[in-house]
């Protein structure tokens, strides 16, 4: 299947500007989705009388905790919590997906389960965690992660432009405020560093499969 281009765009430089805006475009508009689900589910919770979805947070080393690691990212503590994590979502969201939506899928997984296990298990009893801010710092942690250990041009571009924007939030791994689940930003940053390192290995362990292969 063939893609006909506009006739102005018949040059390798304006092939290659065409196909990235749409390639931004596409990232733009899934994450577009993400956070009008996230909203959704806020205004929800707002609108239902007695019914508090906050709830679904993660308990610390309880069986209904241990389940709701997979609900957590999505619950926020009010409007001002969602929006104080949207913008640093989609923007670092935005840097990791332009390795590829598969990559994205995976690190947000990978940190959405290792902060949430984290909390799980190292959390203080009777708190209940939630927020997408885990995997934020999943994001960061996988960007800053592939740009040290790759140090391609394209990754360290990322690295610095994460830390640039962001790099100020990396001091939420600490307990330095009250109401903050910093062990949740913490073992969020872990899991994106070890996907970045998992991918890596992933990737150098195929490339020299390859050169074996050819070698015969």
Request: glycine residues 14%.
């Amino acid at each position: 299947m063939k893609m006909k281009l506009p006739a102005t765009v018949n040059t390798f430089v304006d092939r290659h500007a065409y196909g990235l805006k749409n390639e931004l475009v596409g990232h733009c508009m899934r994450l577009g989705v993400i956070v009008a689900v996230l909203w959704s589910i806020e205004f929800i919770d707002l609108i239902l009388w007695g019914v508090d979805l906050d709830r679904y947070g993660i308990h610390p080393r309880t069986w209904v905790g241990l389940r709701n690691i997979g609900l957590a990212p999505f619950l926020h503590y009010g409007f001002f919590h969602l929006l104080a994590n949207t913008i640093p979502f989609f923007l670092l969201g935005l840097l990791v997906m332009l390795r590829g939506v598969r990559q994205f899928v995976y690190v947000s997984i990978l940190a959405a389960l290792i902060s949430g296990l984290g909390v799980w298990i190292f959390g203080a009893a009777y708190t209940v965690h939630l927020g997408i801010s885990g995997v934020i710092f999943g994001y960061m942690g996988f960007l800053l992660g592939y740009g040290y250990l790759e140090r391609s041009i394209q990754s360290i571009v990322l690295a610095v432009l994460a830390f640039f924007f962001y790099g100020g939030m990396l001091w939420g791994v600490f307990p330095l405020a009250p109401g903050v689940s910093w062990l949740g930003h913490l073992f969020g940053l872990i899991g994106g560093g070890l996907a970045a390192y998992w991918q890596i290995r992933r990737t150098n362990r195929l490339w020299v499969s390859g050169n074996v292969v050819i070698g015969k």
